[in-house]
């Protein structure tokens, strides 16, 4: 099983608005990652969590606001959005176990937001 | 310019017709990894790269990596409209740092019926 899922598919917030997405994976894969997608355009990483752990925050803006409650689990809390933030959000995970081999990274189907 | 040069950027190919999309870095390529994406969805990991003039394949596509690690190819064989969509490459440039791969500007690939 290579699935990484992620829910909601689709979300559109007001900037004053708070909200999650969220990601799940159930492969045993100790390191996970947020990234953004605008259109045209391949993934920017945001953040990625080994061993649970923040290890890479890409000076990414503090309303963006990453938690890792368990190996599985990977949020993203979303505060005082702006309209510019509207992108696809792909959550990915690896096995990431070890910090200089290579692994592939999976990737969930993405949250498509919109900010107005 | 891009540390990761893709090409080409679109590709229009006749059903049933081969075709070829290539990355190329002037780095050594630790890890080059090769996705599929179609619009709006997340991306398909098709194959990984690691080691000078590796070659995999599953079902039509096969990629290689060349001897020198610095370039890739994606060669599909007799194209079918499932294969449309955009091919993205990623790679590992620093042994180190493998969880920050860059990112290739993608390849559209259209199939015409």
């Known amino acids: 099983d290579t699935e990484v899922t992620q829910t909601p598919k689709h979300l559109v917030m007001g900037m004053t608005n708070k909200k999650s997405l969220k990601c799940e994976q159930h492969?045993?894969?100790?390191?996970m990652y947020w990234y953004k997608q605008k259109a045209k355009k391949p993934p920017e990483l945001m953040f990625v969590?080994?061993?649970?752990?923040?290890?890479i925050n890409e000076s990414v803006p503090s309303r963006f606001s990453p938690e890792c409650p368990n190996s599985s689990l990977l949020n993203l809390h979303l505060h005082a959005l702006q309209p510019e933030d509207s992108a696809l959000y792909l959550c990915?995970?690896?096995?990431?176990?070890?910090?200089?081999?290579?692994?592939?990274?999976?990737f969930g189907p993405g949250t498509r937001l919109t900010v107005t | 310019s891009q540390e990761l040069e893709q090409s080409p950027q679109s590709l229009i190919v006749q059903e049933g017709k081969n075709l070829t999309i290539n990355c190329t870095s002037s780095?050594?390529?630790?890890?080059l990894y090769w996705y599929k994406q179609k619009y709006g969805e997340g991306l398909i990991f098709l194959m990984m790269?690691?080691?000078g003039g590796e070659e995999k394949s599953h079902e039509k596509i096969t990629a290689k990596l060349d001897e020198k690690k610095q370039q890739s190819s994606l060669h599909i064989t007799a194209s079918q409209p499932s294969h449309a969509g955009i091919y993205l490459c990623?790679?590992?440039?620093?042994?180190?740092?493998?969880?920050?791969?860059?990112w290739g500007a993608g390849t559209k690939l259209i199939i015409k019926p």
């Open positions: 990915a995970s690896s096995q990431g176990d070890q910090p200089s081999s290579s692994y592939e990274q999976y």
């Open positions: 492969m045993g894969h100790r390191a």
């Open positions: 969590y080994s061993y649970e752990k923040l290890s």
């Open positions: 780095k050594t390529l630790y890890g």
């Open positions: 790269l690691q080691k």
């Open positions: 990623g790679a590992d440039i620093a042994r180190a740092s493998n969880y920050q791969l860059i």
